[in-house]
Structure formats: structure tokens, C-alpha cells
């Protein structure tokens, strides 16, 4: 019943709009005024302009201003100060250009809306300005390319050797996160090794440096020292994202990528500085993989260096866990699993 | 017209001959027309905008009201709503990735391009007629053709391609990983061989036409900006979509004949590690942003072109900088192929090529910023006439500041780490790609419907459709870049999971609000359209007082456009508010020699040579009549 009553409500509604249109139409043509070059409306089209760039300008500014805590994230890294600056200085420049261009472009159709008194200026060109708005631009945005490229530089240079490994491998739908142990190497890896059950990332174990890697179900990190995250997938394209750290690379199955960067504070420093007690650094999927590729979340916990050597003493390898994953290696390899084994009990 | 009576060479009295024997199914089907082909390019790409709007309206309802009851919508979409009337995950995949191939594909690339520079590209250069018209209805059937097929796949019980609009392997290769990588991924490779057969017809005439087809006086630097625009174009889609193929061949090497292309190390859940090995889903990164770049232009350029020549005329002004203008084109038509991996800064290709990218990608925004700043002074003191294609050309411009200045940010790689595949790209492209191009299309329906129907669109729902548009468009779009900045991904289902993006659900809320009514006003266009296509005010011959050829035809132009002999042209298309002259316009045919009281110098100096030109062509005329008789 409702159904029909909005059915009947829209249909009447609809006539009215069309009466209303050919009543306009029979009007304008009796009036005359659709021979007009510029009819009455021309006017209100260039005041809209006017009230156009007032209201918009006007929304824009004050929601930049009252949001600007919620869509500015906090910053968690070195490298971040670095880009977050660039990002506010192109803010600034753009800035200036968005709103000169458009106050020109909104209030032109005001001052210049059609008059039938006067007559367009003939202006076809003028090198000296085209030259003087191909060099100016040129030269801006040149400055802004060699701060951008000074820091992508350093971001994606080759990683301090002292920087803590962690591999983060995507997969469908979720992030395995690999430690390599003491030793501060990764033990190789195969897809074909992969067991879902106890070796989701394919970690071959006929490699010694594989017997102390260790897994985690929060990425543990120690702040001021600098992380490397070695990145790969072993399905489909994934994309790290930690927004926090201004971090983000694709996992791409058959090659392994990579990203480096030194936390600044610690969970519990941002959660005081920010005054919420839930606050955690988050692990995103940015690139498209399917079904649950949204909801691919780790977090990361940054700690204090101290609080990190003894959070990794702590972890168990996977070997320990899991005894099973070196019943078949060669003799040799099976002591030294074994003894790897009998030091953590 | 003081010259329409002139002689060109070889007179072509047999064209009359063919409208006689049209019968229903070559005049509207099967047409080699140019006019009817783009007018069936237009209509065509309405409806595929009108699809591609609602799909997008489906899951803009999800992200702005995600805890709506969507059972309503079960009639239509079946077991996508499952019993709690919660949309399905992967199908909202498959509607972002069906909105951005229509979008992309159908509606700006075919819908603008195959519409305008069929409908104007002989139209505004003096020709009969594409120089195939044969494989110009071909053109569109394959872009017919493309779009059942593409249609047929929304269809289909796995759903269509669901990996994004750029079907990035593996998960476009894999059924495992997604269901709508099965049929609906093969069908929409199907479609896309047709739809890029399509492209090349079509932009292999386009080309022809216009270096071929000039008519007598119509140089290069007398065409008029769309021709420019709609060549350039061609150009690139010449060049770049037979890479598209490319890619989209390996993938189906991959997908059907068990090649490794792009795949690699590859272990599905619950079936185990695939053979695959040694290829690189980088690599159709490469090769489909090949295309996907310059496809960019592809779309916007006939936009701009469009706008040049509605700003011209509505600003009863020469559009300043003629030259700049296309240089500034020739310059983006280079560089759009020479900037495309800066879609993949962060996709682990090499660091140092992304600097490189990085240095050729803000090279391109300096022709794009003289662009701009030329229309900004063809406005400065102008007479500014507000028709419809006025305010849309005058939109476009505001959407091609506002969201190529996004693209500084985004073309810079240090700053394109945190922004890369958030809110910030979604808003910087719809922008300045969508939105732009889209009001270009607008602007073009509205500027030469009077010459695709012989009668006038209604002006003021054209306002009221503008006005609702404008601001509608700025309120789905400008809310996103705050999104992106506080890093909410794209294509995400929900972004309730984390926790630095577990808010702003008033502002999305906000933004699927203003995309319904945005899409909503869209009818008022489609009712103007179709109503003033029967029943609208008889245009007059020149409508908008221009200068350009397309308004020397009659109100119906028939097969062969102009009736008697193809008028030819003496001076370039912006002579308008010319100090001096009577009216504040002189069309392309009139001679320098017989506008004295407003030549320039340089102008006198030709008027000699053009009266010899003239005297010749005159005894040539009176030796044929002499022969005839």
C-alpha cells in the first residue's frame, strides 16, 4: 500500500515538475526571450559563480580547519617527517595556485557575463605571458621533483646492515609475519614447502638459518632503530600499508621487495601523546586481492630497544613449536635442529 | 556565404544520388554516415553511463550505509544480497571493477571520442565524410559488439571481473583466488579485443581524415582545437592500445594455455602450489599502464578540445594562445608515453626508474598548467554567454585545476608512498579524468545538438542539470581527498576493521547522499535530450553565432554534408570580436578580402595572394560550367 501511495506521491509529483517546465517554455516564447543572444538567466549564472566560489571556498576552509586533527595521521617514523613535509609544502604551492585560478575563473564570468553594449577584447596571444607561465610553473615544480627525489633517495636506499629483519609475507586473507632469530637471517624459502597448517611460509628447513625464524602474531619492533621489512606474497598481489609509518610497498609473488624505516615512538608514547589508550600502529592491505581485502589487519607494536631484546629471547622458533617440521632432514641437520630444540626447553 | 558557391576541385553531384536509396536499415543501423555513427557512439555511451552511475550508486549505498538493509535491492541483484541483506564482498568487487571499465572504456573513450570526432571531425574540416566510411560503421559495431558481451558478463553466476578495472594478474588469472577471474574475466577480455579493434578503426580514420580530407585553405593551423584535439588523440590511441592487446593476449596465455607470463612462486589455499614459475605480474604492470596512461589523455584531450571551442565562442573571443594551445597538446601527447610507471612507484620495480618517473611525470603537468591559464585569459574580457556548454566548459576547467593539482602530489614517489591507493587517488582521478572529461562530453551534447537534430535543447533544465552537477560532483569528490589523506585504501568492502580508519562514516555517508542526487540529476539531462530530440525549438542555422564549418550546412546535412560545393576556408576559427568588423564573429569562409575594415596588417598582406587564388578558381568554375553545357 505505501508502495503505491510514494508510486502515486512521485507520478504527481513528476506532472507537476512538467507543467511547470511547459508553462516556462510557452512563456519565454511569448516574452520573446528565447531570441535574446543572452536572456535574464545569464545573469543568474554569473552571480552563481560568485556564490559558488564563496560557499565552496568557505565549506573548504572551515572543514580543513575543524578536521584537521582527524585526517592528519599521527606519525610514527624518521622517514615520515621527511615526506609528511614534502606533502604539506605541494599542499602550500598547490594551495596558492587552486585558489588564485579559481577566484580568476569564478569571478570573470561575473565581470564579464554578456552585454550587448560592449564588445570582447581581441586578444589572440601573447608570447611573453605564454613564455612567462611555461618557465614560472617549470621552475616550481622542478623544486618540488628534487626535494621529492632527495627523499625517495634516501627511503629507498639500500637498508643499514644493523636494521632488524622481519618478513611479512601477504597471502589470501592475512599477513605471516617471519623473524629470523638470533642470527638476524632469514632461512630460505619455497612455495612448494608450503603447509597451511604448520608452514604457511613455505620456510625450508634444510637451511640453518632457518631453524631459529620464529613467527608472531604482532609485529614487535624496537623504536629509534632502523626495521627492515622484506616483502613478498605467495598468491596473489598484496601491499604492505602502515599508514602511521608512512610505509607502503607490494607483495608480489616471485619477487621478493623490500622497505626500511626507523620508528620514532613507541605505542605507549603515541597512545600518551594522543591521549587514547587504544591507539595501535596497524598493518593495511592497499592493493586489491579479493574478497577479504579488507580486513587484512596486523598491528605493529614498537618498544623500547631493552623491552625488544627481551621480548625475542622470549620466541619460540617454529621448529620448537612444531617438532614435526624437521622429522625428515638429513641426519646432520636433524642434531643440530635437535640441539637448536633442547636449548629452548 | 559570399564563398559557398566557390569551386573546389571535382565536383561530387553523385552524393545526392545515395540519400535516396537509405532505406531504415542503412540510414540508422548500418550507416557509414559519420554523423549517424557518431550519434549511435553517443547514444550508445549514455547508456553505458547511465549502467556504470548506477553500479556505482550500489556501492556507494554500501560504503555510505553500511549497515542498510539492502534486501530491497534482492529483486534486482538475486543471491549477491545474501538473507542478511548484506551485499556479497566480492560482488562489490566486481561493481568497482565494472564501474571503472564502463566508465574508462565505453563512456569516455568511446562515448566522447567516437561521438565527436565522427560527428565533427568532417563536419569542421570540410569532407563528405570519414575517408572509410566502411570501416567506420565497423568501428562501432565492434564497440556494439564489445558491449553485449561486457553486458552478458554482469550476468553470469560467478559474477563479472572483479579485480579492479586495471585486472592485475594473478588475481585476474586466477579462478581460485577470485571467482569473477573465471567466465566474467574471459568475457571481459573478449570484450576488450573488440572494444580495442574498435579504437584502431576508428582512430586509423580519424587520422586519414583529417590529414587527407582538408578542404581547400584548411591548414593544420586553421583547424579549428577539437580537430586538433580529436587527431591527437587518434594518435595516441593508435599507439598505445595495441599494448593494451598485448598485455591482455599474455594473460590469456596464462590464463587458458598454462604459460607464466606473469606468474610465479604462486600457492593457492586448498589447492596446493600451482607450476607456474619465472614470470612477473610487474610486467603487465608495465605493459597495461602502457596503455592505462596515455588512455588518460585519450580521455580527456577531446574534452578539452571541446571546451576550447565553447569557451571561444561563448566568450565571443579568439581562444588566447592558439599556438600555445597546441603545442601544449602536442607536448602532452609526447610525454603521456614516456610517464607511466608512475602508477607503480611503490609496486617494487626498481627505485631508480621511479625517480626517473618521477622527473617526466611533473614535466607533463607544465603543458596541462599553460592549458589553464590560457582559458583563464580567454575569459579576462571577453562577452561571456552562460549556454549550457558554456557552464560545463567553464566546470571543466575548475575539475582539471583541482585535480591535476592533486596529481603534484601524486607524481612526486616520496609523497605517493603514504598517498598511493587511497581516497586521495580516487578523488585526484575522478577529478580531473572523470568529472573533467565527463563535462566535456556535456558540453559537446549541449553545444552541437542543434546540429546532430536540427533543434534546440531547453536551456534552463540545461542550467538546473548543470548547477546540480557541479556542486554535486565537488561534494562526492572533495570529501575524498580528506579520506585519502587519513589513508582509507580503495576498494575496501568496509573500513570498520582498523582502527585508524574506523571513522569519518558521517562523511561517507555524505558523500553516497550526494553521489545519488548527482546521479539523479543526470535524468533531467536524459529527459532534455530525448524530449528536445522531437520536440525541442527549431535551431537556426548557426545557433551560437560560429565561426567553424559545421554551421555553413544545412539544418538536416545529408550524406555528403554540404549540398553544392565544399566551402573553403581563409582564415583560422577564432576570428571573433575582430576590432573593426560589422558582427562580432566572421565565419571560416568569409575571404580576408572581403573583411578590409577589420584585417590585420599581416592579414592585408595575404589578401592579394587569396584574390589570385580566387580569379583561378573562378575560370576554372566557368571553364566546367562552359564543358557541362
Known amino acids: 500500500m505505501y508502495g503505491f501511495l510514494i508510486a502515486v506521491g512521485v507520478l504527481l509529483l513528476l506532472s507537476l515538475i512538467w507543467m511547470v517546465y511547459r508553462i516556462q517554455t510557452l512563456v519565454s516564447v511569448v516574452k520573446g526571450s528565447d531570441k535574446k543572444i543572452a536572456s535574464s538567466s545569464n545573469k543568474v549564472n554569473a552571480l552563481l559563480f560568485v556564490v559558488f566560489l564563496i560557499g565552496a571556498g568557505g565549506l573548504m576552509f572551515w572543514y580543513s580547519i575543524k578536521e584537521f586533527d582527524n585526517y592528519n595521521l599521527p606519525l610514527g617514523s624518521e622517514h615520515g617527517a621527511v615526506t609528511d613535509q614534502l606533502f604539506w609544502i605541494t599542499m602550500a604551492v598547490t594551495g596558492i595556485v587552486f585558489i588564485i585560478t ?28 605564454e613564455v612567462i607561465w611555461t618557465v614560472v610553473p617549470a621552475v616550481v615544480l622542478a623544486i618540488l621533483v628534487i626535494g621529492g627525489w632527495k627523499a625517495w633517495s634516501d627511503i629507498t636506499a639500500p637498508a643499514p646492515e644493523n636494521a632488524h629483519v622481519v618478513e611479512i609475507m601477504g597471502y589470501q586473507f592475512a ?32 637451511d640453518r638459518n632457518a631453524l631459529d625464524d620464529f613467527t608472531s602474531p604482532v609485529v614487535v619492533i624496537p623504536k629509534g632503530e632502523p626495521v627492515l621489512f622484506k616483502i613478498r606474497a605467495r598468491d596473489v598481489l598484496h601491499s604492505v600499508f602502515a599508514p602511521h609509518m608512512r610505509l607502503k610497498m607490494d607483495a608480489v609473488p616471485g619477487m621478493p621487495t623490500r622497505f626500511w624505516f626507523t620508528p620514532t615512538k613507541t605505542t605507549a608514547e603515541m597512545r600518551q601523546e594522543l591521549g587514547d589508550d587504544e591507539f595501535v600502529y596497524e598493518i593495511a592491505c592497499t592493493e586489491i586481492c579479493g574478497r577479504g581485502h579488507f580486513s587484512m589487519r596486523r598491528e605493529i607494536r614498537v618498544v623500547e630497544p631493552a623491552e625488544y631484546q627481551e621480548w625475542l629471547k622470549e620466541q619460540k622458533p617454529y621448529i620448537v613449536n612444531n617438532p614435526a617440521l624437521v622429522e625428515n632432514l638429513p641426519s646432520d641437520l636433524k642434531e643440530l635442529a635437535d640441539i637448536t630444540i633442547g636449548e629452548y626447553k | 556565404m559570399a564563398t559557398a558557391n566557390l569551386a573546389t576541385h571535382g565536383a561530387t553531384d553523385h552524393d545526392h544520388d545515395h540519400e535516396h536509396h537509405d532505406n531504415f536499415i542503412t540510414k540508422y543501423i548500418f550507416s557509414t554516415d559519420h554523423k ?46 545474501d538473507d542478511a541483506g548484506k551485499l556479497d564482498p566480492n560482488f562489490y568487487l566486481a561493481l568497482v571493477t565494472m564501474h571503472g571499465t564502463i566508465m ?113 585553405g ?26 593494451l592487446f598485448a598485455a591482455a593476449l599474455l594473460l590469456v596465455f596464462d590464463r587458458s594455455f598454462g604459460t607464466s607470463f606473469y606468474l610465479s612462486d604462486i600457492y593457492i589455499s586448498g589447492e596446493g602450489a600451482l607450476p607456474n614459475t619465472g614470470g612477473s605480474p610487474v610486467l603487465y604492470q608495465h605493459l597495461f599502464w602502457f596503455l592505462g596512461h596515455p588512455e588518460v589523455y585519450i580521455v580527456l584531450l577531446p574534452a578539452l578540445g571541446i571546451t576550447s571551442e565553447v569557451i571561444a565562442t561563448n566568450s565571443r573571443k579568439p581562444i588566447f594562445g592558439y599556438k ?123 553545444h552541437w545538438f542543434p546540429k546532430m537534430f536540427g533543434r ?49 562514516t558521517d562523511l561517507n555517508m555524505f558523500v553516497s547522499a550526494a553521489a545519488i542526487i548527482t546521479f539523479a540529476a543526470q535524468f533531467i539531462f536524459l529527459f532534455n535530450f530525448f524530449y528536445s530530440m522531437y520536440r525541442g525549438r527549431k535551431a537556426s542555422l548557426n545557433p551560437w553565432r560560429s ?83
Open chain 1, 102 to 129: 579559481h577566484i580568476l575563473l569564478f569571478i570573470f564570468p561575473y565581470k564579464y557575463q554578456y552585454n550587448e553594449k560592449r564588445k570582447a577584447t581581441f586578444y589572440p596571444d601573447n608570447n611573453k605571458l
Open chain 2, 456 to 504: 534546440m535543447m531547453d536551456a534552463r533544465l540545461g542550467y538546473i542539470h548543470f548547477w546540480l552537477t557541479f556542486v554535486g560532483v565537488y561534494l562526492v569528490f572533495f570529501p575524498m581527498h580528506y579520506i585519502g589523506i587519513a589513508g582509507f585504501p580503495r576498494r575496501y568492502y568496509s573500513w570498520t576493521n582498523f582502527e585508524f580508519s574506523n571513522m569519518y
Open chain 2, 104 to 216: 574508462v572504456f565505453f563512456v569516455l573513450t568511446a562515448g566522447l571520442s567516437g561521438t565527436f570526432s565522427n560527428f565533427l571531425i568532417p563536419l569542421q574540416i570540410g569532407a563528405r565524410d570519414m575517408a572509410s566510411g566502411f570501416m567506420n560503421m565497423l568501428s562501432y559495431w565492434f564497440f556494439f559488439v564489445s558491449g553485449v558481451i561486457m553486458f552478458i558478463s554482469l550476468f553470469l553466476e560467478n559474477g563479472p571481473a572483479g579485480g579492479g578495472w586495471v585486472v592485475y594478474p594473478p588475481l585476474s588469472a586466477l579462478e581460485q583466488a577470485i571467482p569473477g577471474s573465471g567466465m566474467g574475466m574471459t568475457l571481459w577480455l573478449i570484450a576488450m579485443t573488440f572494444f580495442i579493434a574498435s579504437s584502431l578503426l576508428g582512430g586509423i580514420n580519424y587520422i586519414t581524415t583529417v590529414i587527407n580530407l582538408r578542404t581547400k
Open chain 2, 324 to 446: 600555445a594551445m597546441i603545442i601544449s597538446m602536442l607536448g602532452i601527447t609526447i610525454l603521456s608515453f614516456v610517464v607511466w610507471a608512475h602508477h607503480m612507484f611503490v609496486s617494487g620495480m626498481n627505485p631508480f626508474l621511479g625517480s626517473i618517473f618521477m622527473f617526466l611525470t611533473l614535466i607533463i603537468a607544465i603543458p596541462s598548467a599553460v592549458k589553464v591559464f590560457n582559458y583563464l585569459t580567454t575569459l579576462w574580457r571577453g562577452n561571456l554567454i552562460f549556454t549550457p556548454a558554456m557552464l560545463f566548459s567553464i566546470g571543466l576547467v575548475s575539475f582539471f585545476i583541482s585535480g591535476g593539482l592533486t596529481g603534484i602530489f601524486l607524481g612526486n614517489s616520496a609523497i605517493d608512498i603514504q598517498l598511493h591507493d587511497t581516497y586521495f587517488v580516487v578523488a585526484h582521478f575522478h577529478l580531473v579524468m572523470g568529472s573533467a572529461s565527463f563535462f566535456g562530453l556535456m558540453a559537446g551534447v549541449y
Open chain 2, 218 to 243: 584548411m591548414s593544420f593551423s586553421r583547424l579549428p582545437l577539437t580537430i586538433w584535439a580529436f587527431f591527437l588523440t587518434a594518435v595516441i590511441g593508435l599507439l598505445s592500445f595495441p599494448v
Open chain 2, 547 to 629: 565561426t567553424t564549418l559545421e554551421w555553413t550546412t544545412p539544418l538536416f546535412p545529408g550524406h555528403g554534408n554540404w549540398p553544392g560545393e565544399i566551402p573553403a576556408v581563409y582564415r583560422w576559427p577564432y576570428d571573433y570580436s575582430k576590432p573593426g568588423a560589422k558582427e562580432d564573429f566572421i565565419m571560416q569562409t568569409v575571404p580576408l578580402s572581403a573583411t578590409p575594415e577589420s584585417n590585420l596588417p599581416h592579414e592585408q598582406e595575404l589578401v592579394k595572394l587569396e584574390k589570385e587564388i580566387i580569379a583561378e578558381e573562378e575560370e576554372v568554375l566557368v571553364a566546367n560550367e562552359s564543358k557541362e553545357s
Open chain 1, 175 to 206: 599477513w605471516e609475519v617471519r623473524y629470523p632469530g638470533l642470527d638476524n637471517v632469514l632461512g630460505d624459502h619455497d612455495y612448494r614447502l608450503v603447509n597451511e597448517v604448520n608452514n604457511p611460509s613455505g620456510v625450508d628447513f634444510s
Open chain 2, 36 to 81: 549517424m555513427i557518431g550519434k549511435q557512439f553517443l547514444v550508445t555511451g549514455i547508456f553505458w553511463a547511465l549502467i556504470g552511475g548506477f553500479l556505482s550508486i550500489l556501492f556507494r549505498l554500501q560504503l555510505g550505509f553500511p549497515d542498510m538493509d539492502l534486501t530491497f535491492l534482492k529483486p534486482l541483484l538475486g543471491g549477491w544480497i
